[in-house]
């Protein structure tokens, strides 16, 4: 597993569908891939979820199992096992995105930076450009004669 493509795929689709991620999934996600990096990366693992809770400082089990179903909907996380009560743990895979899946995802966010860049760069140029640069002389500074014996 890719930690980079992990990150990758999920930034294309948060950026792709920004009304549906929140900093909570943002969270929890990146926790999720600590997590199963921790425990070299095993196929599947248990999710307990108050040491979620607890990691990323959700307090209500409430908005901790819809931010983990969210989720799973989104295609991040396979539920292989369901707690049976907050006390218990999920247990969760981290699933692999296919890249041709979200090709035109990639070329978005690519397109979308690459301009942002472009307009950082020209708007850069211009603040430097427009500068002021206030010429001091010999006239404008006050010398004082101060010696150090």
């Avoid at 247990?91 to 301009?115: E, M, R, W």
Wanted: with cysteine.
């Amino acid at each position: 597993m890719d930690i980079y493509n992990l990150s990758r795929n999920f930034w294309n689709f948060s950026f792709e569908n920004p009304e549906k991620i929140k900093p909570n999934h943002i969270a929890m996600y990146f926790f999720a891939i600590e997590h199963c990096n921790r425990l070299g990366w095993k196929e599947k693992f248990g999710f307990p979820t108050t040491m979620v809770m607890d990691a990323i400082s959700i307090k209500s089990y409430n908005t901790f199992i819809k931010t983990l179903n969210d989720l799973v909907d989104y295609g991040f996380f396979k539920l292989i096992e369901k707690s049976k009560n907050q006390y218990s743990s999920n247990i969760i895979a981290i699933s692999k995105f296919d890249k041709a899946q979200y090709k035109a995802q990639y070329k978005a966010l690519d397109k979308a930076i690459t301009k942002h860049s472009t307009k950082q760069v020209e708007s850069t140029v211009q603040s430097i450009d427009s500068i002021d640069i206030q010429d001091y002389n010999n006239t404008n500074l006050q010398s004082n004669n101060i010696s150090f014996d």
